[in-house]
C-alpha cells in the first residue's frame, strides 16, 4: 500500500522533531570536534550525540520541502496565500508542532543560549555552564 505523506500530519511531526534533533546533533558534534581538536577523546564525546530517523525516507524529504517552503514564506519571498496549497498548509501545521515538541524537548542553555541536547542535564555540554545553579 502506498501511503500520501503529505497528510500525514503525525508523521511530518515526528519528521520535523527528528530533523530538529539531528541538526542538533550536529551542531554538538561540530563545536565538540573544534573545542577538542586532535584529541583521542573526540570520537568518544561526540558518540551522543548520534540521531536515529524512525520514518520512510519519503516522509523527511517532504518535510524538508515544508521546511524550505515555511522559510520561504517567512522571508515574504512566496507571492501570497494561493502560491501555497492546502496539503502544504496542513504541513506546514504540523512542522509548527514538531517544532514546538522540540523546544519543549531541548530549552535553551541559560548560559550560552544553545538548545540543549538533553532537558535534565546538570551543565551545558557546549558551554559547561551549570544548569542547576540559578542565574541572576
Not at 62 to 89: S, Y
Not at 115 to 122: D, Q, S, T
Request: net charge negative.
Amino acid at each position: 500500500m502506498i501511503e500520501d505523506v503529505r497528510m500525514a500530519a503525525a508523521k511530518i511531526e515526528t519528521a520535523a522533531f527528528e530533523l530538529f534533533e539531528e541538526s542538533l546533533g550536529e551542531e554538538y558534534r561540530r563545536v565538540l570536534k573544534e573545542k577538542l581538536g586532535a584529541s583521542e577523546n573526540v570520537e568518544r564525546a561526540v558518540a551522543g550525540f548520534e540521531t536515529e530517523r524512525t520514518l520512510d525516507e519519503g516522509i523527511y524529504e517532504w518535510t524538508l520541502h515544508l521546511f524550505l517552503l515555511d522559510r520561504a514564506r517567512e522571508f515574504g519571498v512566496l507571492g501570497g496565500p494561493e502560491t501555497i496549497q492546502a496539503v502544504e498548509l496542513r504541513g506546514l501545521g504540523a512542522v509548527g508542532q514538531g517544532r514546538a515538541r522540540f523546544r519543549d524537548a531541548h530549552p535553551p542553555c541559560r548560559h550560552c543560549g544553545i538548545p540543549l541536547f538533553e532537558r535534565l542535564a546538570p551543565r551545558c555540554q557546549l558551554c559547561g555552564g551549570d544548569l542547576k545553579q540559578k542565574v541572576a
